[in-house]
C-alpha cells in the first residue's frame, strides 16, 4: 500500500503504523476560518459545478451519469443503477446542503463527467460522538480515469464540509486503501436462481437441476411472523428508541434524530421498505427491519439488462425472532420483484445468514474514516449501513 501516492499526503492511517489504542484526529485541530475560500482548482476545459437535486431534469443527468460510468464487479458483469427516486432520498436528508453535491463539468459542452457528495452524520466511534458526513457517489467518467481528477474531487469535498466546521468523514469502498477501519464481506440469497444462472451470477450446483434449484430457494407466499405489518408514522417514536437503545452497542453507528428515523426508515416507495413486529396483544412494537432497492445493469446479456437486488439496512429484531423475521423481508422483497437479496455480515446478520441460504459473495466492503485514527473492528461491531 506503500505506492499510493494521493493517500499517502492524506491524514488517513498509513499501513507501516501499527494498530495502536489511540483514539483522536490525525491532523491538528483547524478552525472553519483557517479554511481555504476558494476552490481547488481543474484542468483547463473542466469546472465545478453544484447539482440541483431537487431538480428532476439534473437528477435525471446524474442518475444516467452514475448509470454509465459507477462501480462495476471485478469481471464488469454488473454496474450499480442507483434510482432516480433513491438518489434524492440518499442526497436529501435532514441537514443536507447543495454545494455538497460537487459536480465537474466541461465547460463548453456542460457535460457532466465527475462527481461526489456528503452528507451529514452524527456518528457514534468507539463510544464517543463526532459530527462527520458520509461520502459516497464520487464518480469520475470512464474516458477521464487516471487523470488524477479523484484526489481533486477529495480534495475539494473535504473543503467544503470544513468550512462548516467537520473535520471527519466516513466512506466505503470496495479496494483496498489505507487503512480500513472494517472489512466487510457481502453475502447473498437468491430469490429468483433461474435468471441468476442465466445472467451468470450464480452457477447450477453439481448434481443439481433446474427444478430443484428452484425449489431450494422457494418461500412462502406471505410473510409469517404473527404482528408483521409495514411500518407507519406513528411507529417513528418506537423506532427511535429500539435504535439508540441497540445501536450504542455497535463500535460504528449513526446517532439517529428522530426526523432521520422518518427519513431513512419509513417506507418509501420503490425505494426502502421498513415493517415493524407489532405484539398481537399488548400493541407494543418489538422489532423492526429494513432493506433498500438498488437494482443492476446487467451489463452483457442478452435476455435481461437488469437485476433486481434488495439490501439488507437497519433493523433491531430479537433473537428468538430473527430468523422468522429475516425470512419475512425475503418474501417481501422477492414479492417487489427482486432477483436476490444481499446483506454485509456486519450488526448480527451472520446469525441468519447460513440458515437462510445466503451464499458468500467475492464483493469486499471496506470502510474508513478521514482524519480520524482509532482502533479497527470486527464486522459485527460496526453498525453502519452506507448506500
Ligand atoms: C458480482 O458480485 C457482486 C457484485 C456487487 C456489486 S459490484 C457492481 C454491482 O452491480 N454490484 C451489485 C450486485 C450485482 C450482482 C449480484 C449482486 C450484487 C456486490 Br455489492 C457484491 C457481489 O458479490
Known amino acids: 500500500m506503500s505506492e499510493h501516492r494521493f493517500w499517502n499526503t492524506q491524514p488517513v492511517p498509513q499501513y507501516d503504523e501499527d494498530d495502536t489504542e489511540e483514539i483522536g484526529p490525525i491532523d491538528p485541530v483547524q478552525s472553519a476560518d483557517e479554511i481555504q475560500k476558494t476552490p481547488y482548482p481543474l484542468l483547463g476545459q473542466f469546472e ?16 444516467q451519469f452514475l448509470n454509465n460510468n459507477y462501480v462495476e464487479d471485478d469481471d464488469a458483469m454488473f ?3 442507483y434510482g ?17 453535491h460537487v459536480g465537474v463539468r466541461v465547460k463548453q459542452s456542460r457535460k457532466l463527467v465527475g462527481f461526489i457528495t456528503a452528507i451529514p452524520a452524527r456518528l457514534s466511534i468507539h463510544g464517543s460522538s463526532k459530527d462527520t458526513v458520509e461520502i459516497d457517489f464520487l464518480c469520475i467518467h470512464k474516458k477521464l ?3 488524477r481528477l479523484a484526489p481533486v474531487l477529495i480534495k475539494e469535498i473535504t473543503r467544503r464540509v470544513n468550512l462548516v466546521g467537520i473535520f471527519q468523514a466516513v466512506y466505503t469502498a470496495g479496494v483496498l486503501l489505507p487503512r480500513p477501519l472494517s472489512r466487510c464481506r457481502y453475502h447473498h440469497r437468491s430469490l429468483n436462481p433461474k435468471k441468476l444462472i442465466k ?12 427444478m430443484r434449484t428452484i425449489k431450494v430457494y ?9 404482528g408483521f405489518r409495514r411500518m407507519e408514522e406513528k411507529d417513528v417514536d418506537s423506532v427511535l428508541e429500539l435504535m439508540r437503545k441497540k445501536y450504542k452497542d455497535y463500535k460504528l453507528a449513526v446517532e439517529f434524530s428522530k426526523e432521520e ?22 400493541k407494543q412494537v418489538m422489532d423492526f427491519c429494513s432493506f433498500y432497492l438498488l437494482p443492476s445493469s446487467i451489463i452483457q446479456n442478452t435476455e435481461y439488462d437488469t437485476l433486481s437486488a434488495a439490501y439488507l439496512f437497519y433493523y433491531v429484531v430479537d433473537a428468538t425472532r430473527m430468523e422468522m423475521v429475516m425470512r419475512d423481508i425475503l418474501i417481501e422483497a422477492r414479492n417487489v420483484g427482486c432477483d436476490v437479496f444481499n446483506a454485509l455480515d456486519v450488526m448480527e446478520n451472520t446469525s441468519f445468514l447460513k440458515d437462510l441460504k445466503f451464499h458468500i459473495g467475492d464483493g469486499e466492503l471496506n470502510y474508513y474514516l478521514y482524519n480520524w485514527k482509532c482502533p479497527r473492528m470486527e464486522p459485527q ?3 453502519l449501513v452506507m448506500l
Open 84 to 100: 432516480r427516486d433513491f438518489l434524492q432520498w440518499a442526497l436529501m436528508p435532514p441537514g443536507w446542503r447543495k454545494e455538497w
Open 218 to 226: 422457494k418461500l412462502p407466499e406471505k410473510p409469517e411472523t404473527p
Open 79 to 81: 454496474r450499480f443503477d
Open 261 to 282: 428515523v422518518a427519513h431513512w426508515i419509513l417506507p418509501h416507495e420503490n425505494v426502502v421498505y421498513s415493517y415493524v413486529v407489532e405484539d398481537p396483544e399488548t
Open 145 to 147: 480515469r487516471s487523470k
Open 48 to 63: 465545478w459545478s453544484e447539482c440541483t437535486v431537487e431538480d428532476p431534469k439534473e437528477i435525471d443527468e446524474i442518475y
Open 199 to 210: 445472467v451468470g451470477f450464480s452457477r447450477l450446483a453439481p448434481r443439481m437441476t433446474m
Open 381 to 383: 461491531e460496526n453498525g
